[in-house]
């Protein structure tokens, strides 16, 4: 009989989606606004396991000091109207959370998602890898503007400025 022919088994590599995060304590935000629930983005962002905790930490701290920035003025005068923190500032409840607070949070996913998809658009460099990046680009730009609706929601100002020329 001729003989028989064994394949090698096949093997499968993926990255754990979302990677172990037990270590994925809170990143502390600065006193007046909320922390921010690393596990909690990781589960809404629907991030994968190619963005490794330290990865995730880092993005989120510039996206929190950028969002900060562009609401310290806003926070100011909450301070000044006697507002401790955002929590404390008078805003519509949605379930158990402050509008108000769903608006930050989404401001701040937003910029880390942006920032991500940035980040690792550049691991593939074959060709379909640059095509799959040239469509993840006007997905960084859908992010970037959610964060700049989610600003503007907190600040009360329109969304679009139009001008006619």
Known sequence: PPPTLISPPMTFLATQS??????????????WFPDIDMQALRKTARL???VTPERLRHASQMAVMSVNSELGSWADLQR????????DVPATQLGQKSWLELC???AVYSAVQ??????Y???????AG??????MEPKADEYRRNMRWAIS???GIRRTTVELI
């Open 18 to 31: 979302p990677p172990a995060t037990a270590d994925e304590g809170p990143l502390e935000n600065d006193g």
């Open 80 to 87: 000044q109207a006697g507002h401790a923190s955002l929590l």
């Open 114 to 119: 942006a920032d991500l998809v940035e980040a």
């Open 153 to 155: 929601d907190m600040l």
């Open 104 to 106: 930050y949070l989404r």
């Open 48 to 50: 994968d396991g190619t």
């Open 121 to 127: 658009r550049n691991q593939d460099t074959t060709g």
């Open 130 to 135: 640059d095509k799959k990046a040239d469509a």
